[in-house]
């Protein structure tokens, strides 16, 4: 068995896998995927497809807001934003600086739509 810092880097590893790939969660449960990992990589401890998903996945995400922030701090963006007249939230939106995207969920009433990132 792996320490647990090996341990946590197989499973967020193993969860951007499974991200990029589109596989579905429940596969983390599924006996040949077991099998398959205990014969080839007896070491590593396959987490369950609801620590996969929630505890190493949220824990993956804030890492990724975090590094995200960093890196448009300071800079200016450009925002755009999309609708239904008569519905109380935006159904999409998205912030846009050199090199990187982001999508974000925001109230309806964006007020500005050029803004200084911070």
């Given at each position: 068995?792996?320490?647990?810092?090996?341990?946590?880097?197989?499973?967020?590893?193993?969860?951007?896998?499974?991200?990029?790939?589109?596989?579905?969660?429940n596969s983390a449960n599924n006996p040949e995927l077991?099998?398959?990992f205990?014969?080839?990589v007896p070491?590593?401890?396959i987490p369950d497809r609801r620590v996969l998903s929630g505890r190493v996945l949220d824990t993956l995400v804030l890492q990724i807001e975090k590094e995200m922030k960093s890196q448009v701090a300071g800079k200016?963006?450009?925002g755009q934003c999309d609708g239904w007249t008569r519905s109380p939230?935006?159904?999409g939106a998205s912030g846009n600086v050199p090199v990187i995207s982001q999508q974000l969920g925001h109230a309806r009433n964006l007020p500005i739509l050029l803004i200084q990132c911070h």
């Open positions: 068995m792996w320490n647990p810092p090996k341990q946590q880097e197989f499973a967020e590893d193993l969860c951007k896998l499974f991200v990029a790939c589109n596989v579905a969660w077991l099998l398959f205990s014969k080839y070491e590593a401890k200016l963006g450009m939230t935006v159904l």
